[in-house]
């Protein structure tokens, strides 16, 4: 499923990918950060100058949230906190890297972005994924990316590739993570430039298809 208006192909540009921002989201487990890295790597053998950062994380002030928000001990947290402390890592991101790279016209590449806080907190923790937007335009200076694919996976795919420890999201529970991929699709289907990916394939036919939906 493809979403409208979709446009990374600029025909006056040199590089279609110039400058060009991408996100690749899904449920835990969907094989985002696996894609990510296989795009970056195709993405630099086409010569494209590219940055991948991950969200939250990359900045230093980044990573120390991601460790409190994904510690297991700290399961009193609310569904609040965790939208504030998620959408502070990301503004620290934008101003600290992703804004610089896109500066210099380079190609960005991020797993996770504002789509997850929808699909997490806003539609499974209950907040309501429109109250994440209205807070996300007041923190971001930019919202939303050239293109979001959305690789979606279902409970028993996911789970059979969680084979860690899990993390506090991730303990979550079925339910909790039905309502996630639920969130997912929901917004897929009402933002612009989104594409949703079976992700239950194996890895090559998946970043096929991502080359395919980002090459026009």
């Not at 965790?82 to 016209?105: C, D, H, S, T, V």
């Not at 699709?185 to 933002?191: M, S, W, Y």
């Amino acid at each position: 499923m493809v979403n409208r208006n979709i446009n990374l192909k600029d025909k006056s540009a040199g590089n279609q990918f110039t400058g060009k921002f991408i996100v690749l989201d899904g449920p835990d487990g969907c094989g985002k950060s696996t894609q990510t890295k296989l795009l970056t790597q195709w993405l630099e053998q086409q010569g494209v100058e590219t940055e991948t950062f991950r969200d939250p994380g990359t900045t230093a002030i980044g990573e120390k949230i991601r460790q409190i928000l994904l510690n297991p001990e700290h399961i009193a947290m609310s569904t609040r906190t965790e939208l504030l402390l998620y959408m502070a890592a990301r503004a620290q991101l934008w101003q600290e890297k992703i804004a610089p790279a896109l500066n210099k016209n380079k190609c960005v590449i991020l797993d996770r972005w504002l789509s997850s806080t929808c699909a997490y907190q806003g539609y499974a923790g209950g907040f309501g994924i429109e109250k994440v937007i209205n807070i996300a335009q007041d923190c971001l200076e930019r919202c939303w990316p050239d293109l979001t694919i959305i690789l979606d996976v279902d409970l028993a795919a996911a789970a059979s590739r969680l084979n860690r420890q899990l993390d506090r999201m991730e303990q979550k529970g079925d339910s909790y993570h039905q309502k996630v991929r639920e969130g997912f699709l929901q917004l897929a289907g009402k933002q612009k430039n989104f594409a949703v990916v079976d992700a239950t394939k194996d890895i090559e036919t998946v970043h096929r298809k991502i080359v395919e939906l980002i090459s026009g």
